[in-house]
Nanobody, 123 residues
């Protein structure tokens, strides 16, 4: 499966962005999808994930209540809606896919990765 992330940009604190992860390849509907982010000098960290069936969404504590993940199986797309953005959300955001089920939080559990998209939040 091949993934392509898009939708990043620059916003002021309190603003919103909508990231999309478009997939190509067979049987994408059987993959769980996660979003991760990496700020300069920091490790890649989990942001949110959603199961293959569109259920079982998980969020990092730092984004709960502000971010929402969803998937449109008809379009092979997973969306991360980001509201009430903060400067500390600034990072390169990556989407990734896995066949592992359950609460999949660690980057090494995702074998398929898209390129990153930059999100910059100014104060």
């Amino acid at each position: 499966v091949q993934l392509q992330a898009s939708g990043g940009g620059s916003v002021q604190a309190g603003g919103s962005l909508r990231l999309s992860c478009a997939a190509s390849g067979r049987a994408f509907s059987m993959y769980g999808v996660g979003w991760f982010r990496q700020a300069p000098g920091q490790e890649r960290e989990f942001v949110a994930s959603i199961g293959w069936n569109g259920r079982n969404a998980y969020y990092a504590d730092s984004v709960k209540g502000r971010f929402a993940i969803s998937r449109d199986s008809t379009r092979n797309t997973v969306v991360l809606q980001m509201d009430s953005l903060k400067p500390e959300d600034t990072a390169v955001y990556y989407c990734a896919a896995t066949t592992t089920t359950g609460q999949v939080l660690r980057p090494y559990e995702y074998p398929y990765w898209g390129q990153g998209t930059q999100v910059t939040v100014s104060s």
